[in-house]
């Protein structure tokens, strides 16, 4: 109970053995091994190399609510480090004023459906991000803030992609480690400094590979629709 909440490396109890009803280390009936990796001890007794290996992943006992906050408190505190200083720096490259003039145009001509530079119809990107960036000069008005909060934003949810998938992979603790790394990346926090919309397209690339891995792993198939 003194350990709640903090992260142990300890093996997890040894398996009951179908056959015999005793304690095993680690062993699975060959009925099992049908369904995953396994390979033979000297015995001849089936081994599952997928207990054997998961059996040393970092674990955590928290409750729902508390991985939760554990993320939300990491997500706001890297919003906030790349969001510093963000209306201090003028939009410089010429991607993110040509992306910020084609928002304000939007709202200029009342034309969301066809984005517009100069005049002339724009459809070398998707309109989403020109929709987002817009609705933030829209409530914020235009500013090199508003323009910047998008993919700030983007960079937070392509965290909190990366935790889903590594904790549907591992576990909650190396979700947290993945998202930590991750946000400690120099190109992590420069796309999400800069008007562009890179940090969008990894972060629905990582919520589709979350949404497969959940729907294999439980059988819905609606989650194969994400």
Same mark, same amino acid.
């Given at each position: 109970?003194a350990?709640?909440?903090?992260s ?5 109890? %040894?398996?009951?053995?179908l056959n015999?009803g005793t304690?095993?280390? %680690?062993?699975?009936?060959?009925r ?6 396994c390979v033979?001890?000297?015995? !001849?007794?089936?081994?599952?190399t997928?207990? %054997?290996?998961?059996? /040393?992943?970092p ?11 554990q993320?939300a408190?990491?997500?706001?505190? +890297?919003?906030?480090?790349?969001l ?9 490259d010429p991607e993110?004023?040509? =992306? %910020? ?8 001509? !009342? ?10 119809? =724009? ?5 989403? =991000? ?9 409530v914020l ?5 508003? #323009?910047?909060?998008?993919?700030a934003?983007g ?7 990366? /935790? ?12 947290? /480690? ?7 990346s ?8 800069? +008007? ?6 990894? #972060? ?7 949404a ?11 989650? =194969?629709?994400?």
């Amino acid at each position: 109970a003194a350990g709640a909440g903090r992260s142990v490396f300890r093996p997890r109890p %040894a398996a009951r053995s179908l056959n015999t009803g005793t304690q095993t280390s %680690a062993t699975v009936s060959s009925r099992s091994c049908r369904d995953v990796p396994c390979v033979k001890q000297g015995d !001849g007794s089936p081994v599952n190399t997928t207990t %054997a290996e998961s059996a /040393y992943l970092p674990t955590v006992a928290d409750s729902p609510r508390t991985r939760a906050l554990q993320v939300a408190f990491l997500l706001i505190l +890297v919003l906030s480090a790349i969001l510093a200083g963000s209306s201090s720096v003028a939009l410089t490259d010429p991607e993110e004023g040509r =992306y %910020a003039l084609v928002s304000k145009t939007m709202i200029d001509r !009342g034309d969301y459906l066809v984005p517009h530079v100069y005049d002339q119809p =724009y459809f070398n990107k998707p309109p989403l =991000y020109f929709w987002l960036t817009a609705l933030s000069f829209k409530v914020l008005g235009p500013s090199t803030f508003s #323009a910047r909060l998008v993919p700030a934003l983007g960079a937070v949810l392509l965290l909190l992609a990366t /935790y889903l998938l590594a904790a549907a992979l591992a576990n909650h603790l190396v979700g947290l /480690y993945s998202l930590i790394v991750l946000s400690t990346s120099v190109f992590m926090v420069g796309f999400g400094k800069f +008007v562009r919309m890179d940090t969008y397209l990894v #972060a629905f690339m990582t919520f589709s590979l979350w949404a497969f891995l959940r729907g294999y792993q439980s059988g819905r198939r609606g989650w =194969y629709v994400l």
